[in-house]
Structure formats: C-alpha cells, structure tokens
C-alpha cells in the first residue's frame, strides 16, 4: 500500500498549490538540510502550513480538519484526555467512536506518538490530520489555562481510573494480578511491549517515596517514561514477580526470575532481578532480543585492522581471549557474535555462564547454580572432559575458576572469558593481583580487548557541525584539532525516530596482543601503566583513538566518545 502512495511534491503540485520547479527547488532545500519536503516548502515560503498539512492527510488517507473552518473547534472535547497529555504531544481530543479515539495531530509519520498514545489512553486511536500550527494555538489559548493543573501519572491514567472504580485504595492488595482482564496485568503488559518497541534494554521500576518511577535505559541512557502512583506498587511490583516465577510473599532477599513473552511474532527473553530497597523492592527487566547476539562481527563496530587481529585471534587453536569492559559495554555481545562465528558441525563448543542469557543451537551451554554445588570451577573441571575444542567461560571472578581456564588454554583449548577492568593492560595485573601465577599469565594469554559502546548518529537527519557549534574541550579529549575538526565533524539533530539525535550503538575498541616485551614484562609482575606503554608502543590503538575514527567518519560525535573514554588511562 505504502508503494502506491503519492509523493507530498506530486500532490502539492497536482493541487495547484506549487509549481514543478518550485517542488523540484522544495526538493533540493529538503535533501541540503536534512528536513522533510513539506518543511521545506514552508521554509520557503512555497506553501502554507495548513496546505501542507491538507496534502498530507491526502497523501495518507487520514481526515483532515482545519481549525480556521467555522464550528471546526467545536468538535474538540477537552475533556476526553488529560490536558498535560495535550500539551506534551500537541494532539487534541475529537471524542471516542467505536471504542476508539479520534484524535486531531499534525504529523502521520510519527508512528511512535501514536504507540505511546494508545498505551497512555488504553485505547485504539483513530488519527485526523491538523496543521500544528492550528493545534498549538488553540491548546495555547482555549486549552492552555488547564494544562498546569496537577495530574496524575499520564502512563496510568485510564487504568488507574478503571482500578479506582472496582477496588477501594485501602484495598490495593486485593487487586487481580493472575487474571488477563485485570488492569494491572494490562498494565504490566503494556509496559513490556512498549519497551521493547523503544528498543529499550533495561526496564527499572522503582519505588520511591511518593511514587513508583518508571525509567527505560535506550542506547546506554536512562530516561524517565513515567511516575505510577504509590498505590499501585504492591500490585505492579507482584505481577512482575509472578511472571517471573518469583516467591511474591518474599520481600527481604533479593530474588532473580526470567519472564518469556511472545511480542509481534517473537519470543522474548526478560532477565529479572528484584532487590529489596528502603521504600519497596527496586525491580529490573533486562530484555534479551534473540537477534541481539547475531548481528555479525562487522556490525559491532570495528575497524578493518581490528577485525583482522580479531579474526585471526578467534581461529587460532589454543590459548586465551579477554573481554574487558564495565557492565552494559557489550562483552556477551562481542563473544557470542564470535562464537556464532566459530559454531561448527566439526567444533565442540561448551559455555559456562551465569545466568545463561541467550540460547544457541549447537553449542553445550551450562548454566551455573551454586546452591546445589554447580558453580563456575565444577563446570570447568566437567567440560575438560568432554573434549571441547571451544570453551566460554562467563566471566574470570577468582583465582580458583582463572586457574582452571589457563590450564584449559595450556593444554590445547581456545578459552573465551570477560574481565571487569578499565582497559586492556590492567587486565594482566588484574589476574595476577587475583594470585594468578605470573608465568601462566604471561604464557597463556593471546589477546585482551577492552571495549565501550557510543551511541551511533542517526544517518537520516545527522548535519555537519559549524565552527562555534564545536566544543575544543571534547575536541581536545580526543586529541583532534580545531582545523581538523571543520566540515568533518557532525551534530546529533533530535528528531521524531531518534529523540536525541542517536539511533543504536556500536562499539569502541582496544585491541592488545601479547608479544614478547609484553610477556616479560607480565611475568615480572610490571605495573599496568609500563603494560599499557609496551602495548601503545606495539601498535595498540587506545579507545579514545578508535572513537576519533568514527567521529571523523561521521559515526557518532566527540561528545559522546568524551563520554564513554575520556577517563581511560594514557590520555
């Protein structure tokens, strides 16, 4: 359907309201700026907002309403939606037909709006098209005095009016939270779909004081969606933890629990940790996409002299690869996209994780359980048993399990494992400090790669940044100058798909391969500032270097490198 849609240009000129070199010159305004053509011709002075926006609802079939139109404003009803809801997504209310909302808006392309409207209101919406121009006004004038008024929180408020009707507020225990018609679960629900369509990676409820915070980490970065009301953290809180085959009455221990939801035709993971806090348990949801983990080594983010090194590292038959990095840099990621590499019929791959977070066929996944004795060094010390050729320890945490994985490496296996340390260097003297002999250290270890994730422009309205537009103090953290900077450099453009201006994550890397200097200088327990200076000097390129690549290539911007690299040692 969509392929057989008109061009806003076509219907503009077929309308009379522009000529085809007048489209022709809306067109090439539109492609220089990085705005829309509509906005163009307006810019321009080609077409008036109110023609661009009939043209609009022309081209995607939506009823157009023209405020200026007498008795036009009488069909709004202010009162069918909450007047903060207005303001914020400058929509107005035209009454409810059919079990629907019509609702008047000004942009048919922001498909996002109108998913988080529908999960605001709980109801279906049936979008009119107006000139926002139009809408500000009236909101600004008629509309504008009850906008101010205190409200309650948006992301509830149709459910908590439902919850209000059926159960007393002394009474929040009582409400349902096991049946699908319950307001809660419906809730819940909503708050898992819309989530995962944000392409949020972790979803923190919080109990605070007066409230129950509702937050989503997009790329890297927690943002607040909501507030739910106090009242409802008992039962909010319960249904997640049932979903989650938790222990509901316990609320003193911490407690983890998965949740496996169908969405849009995909069976997804959520990886669930409730932990007791001062005003209610704290309770997050990291959502595990099943396509996370295959995107491919190339669309992680690295160079071609990086992925070489890399490439030639995974494929070689013994020894040890380090992943370094703080929590959420992508380690898991980058290790499984190898082993997705690596998973042959003629391989014998054997992992041990805790927890298990993604599930891939042909490869011996083991899942740690201490309570019943099935902790990191018993998997190992099963595994090497079982003759793998492949083994993917999740993380080196103690003496004892990074023992076993050296002399794993030592006797003929490739070991795959993380580490959390700042960089690549301080990986060495993080396993010796764990009282790690040296000498295996040092004879064992083929590589250390430490990695961060930038947030990645959004191509389709990313602009080149002007002189005074850059700042010399994030140019100057990752040693990139002024005059280099100019006509290269670009700025994050917030826009309706990506808020912020970003849209996904790649990562920065830090690659360093053990060579001879390196070797001694670990075997003679060197501090990791002599172990960075050897690597540096053997080619390692740190990752704030790697994130100037991407800046220059116009990837991401100095700004958000500066933010995940400026504290890395040797700069």
Do not use: W
């Not at 008109?6 to 309308?15: D, M, W, Y």
């Not at 004038?141 to 002394?170: F, M, W």
């Amino acid at each position: 359907m969509a392929r057989n849609r008109k061009k806003l240009g076509q219907i503009l000129v077929g309308s009379g309201v522009m000529n085809a070199e007048q489209a022709d010159r809306a067109l090439k305004h539109a492609k220089s700026t990085g705005k829309r053509i509509g906005e163009a011709a307006i810019e321009l002075s080609l077409a008036s907002e109110k023609q661009v926006a009939k043209a609009l609802a022309d081209q995607y079939g939506m009823p157009f309403v023209d405020l200026d139109e007498p008795g036009a404003k009488d069909q709004i009803q202010q009162d069918a939606i909450d007047p903060n809801t207005v303001k914020k997504f400058l929509v107005l209310p035209l009454g409810k037909s059919g079990g629907k909302m019509r609702l008047l808006i000004h942009d048919p392309m922001d498909l996002e709006l109108l998913d988080n409207l529908r999960f605001r209101l709980n109801m279906d919406i049936e979008p009119h098209l107006g000139a926002k121009g139009q809408i500000r006004a009236f909101i600004e004038g008629d509309g504008g005095a009850k906008a101010n008024e205190p409200q309650e929180s948006l992301v509830t408020d149709s459910i908590d009016r439902t919850i209000d009707r059926s159960v007393d507020r002394s009474m929040d225990r009582s409400i349902d939270v096991s049946s699908e018609d319950s307001p809660v679960v419906k809730l819940c629900n909503r708050i898992l779909e819309e989530a995962l369509r944000m392409r949020t990676s972790d979803i923190h409820i919080e109990p605070m004081g007066d409230r129950v915070r509702l937050r989503y980490r997009i790329d890297g970065v927690c943002i607040e969606r909501d507030n739910l009301p106090k009242r409802m953290q008992n039962s909010v809180l319960s249904r997640i933890k049932l979903m989650a085959g938790m222990n509901i009455a316990e609320k003193r221990i911490p407690q983890d629990g998965r949740i496996k939801l169908p969405i849009d035709g995909v069976q997804i993971d959520f990886r669930v940790s409730a932990c007791p806090a001062y005003h209610g348990e704290s309770v997050v949801l990291r959502i595990l996409r099943p396509d996370a983990v295959r995107i491919g080594l190339v669309n992680l983010g690295f160079e071609q002299d990086n992925l070489d090194v890399f490439n030639r590292i995974i494929k070689r038959p013994n020894g040890i690869f380090l992943v370094t990095g703080p929590t959420g840099s992508g380690k898991t990621t980058t290790l499984y996209s190898a082993l997705d590499v690596l998973n042959r019929p003629d391989r014998k791959i054997i992992t041990a994780e805790d927890p298990v977070e993604y599930n891939f066929e042909g490869i011996n996944q083991c899942q740690v359980r201490e309570s019943i004795g099935l902790t990191f060094p018993a998997i190992l010390r099963s595994m090497l048993r079982q003759a793998p050729n492949i083994i993917l320890v999740g993380e080196i945490r103690d003496k004892e399990v990074g023992e076993i994985a050296i002399q794993a490496a030592l006797t003929g296996h490739l070991v795959f494992s993380t580490l959390h340390t700042n960089d690549a260097p301080s990986a060495i003297t993080r396993l010796i400090d764990m009282d790690i002999k040296p000498f295996l250290v040092a004879s064992s270890i083929q590589a250390v790669m430490a990695q961060r994730l930038i947030r990645v422009l959004h191509h389709e309205t990313k602009q080149l940044a002007d002189e005074d537009e850059l700042d010399p103090k994030y140019l100057s953290l990752i040693n990139l100058k002024m005059e280099d900077a100019i006509g290269k450099v670009y700025k994050a453009v917030p826009n309706d798909a990506a808020p912020n201006g970003y849209k996904g994550r790649q990562g920065i890397f830090e690659m360093m391969q053990m060579n001879a200097e390196i070797r001694d200088l670990a075997f003679n327990r060197a501090p990791a500032s002599e172990l960075r200076r050897a690597a540096l000097a053997s080619g390692m390129r740190p990752l704030f270097e790697d994130g100037r690549i991407k800046v220059l290539s116009g990837t991401t911007t100095p700004e958000e490198i500066a933010r995940v690299s400026q504290s890395e040692g040797g700069h």
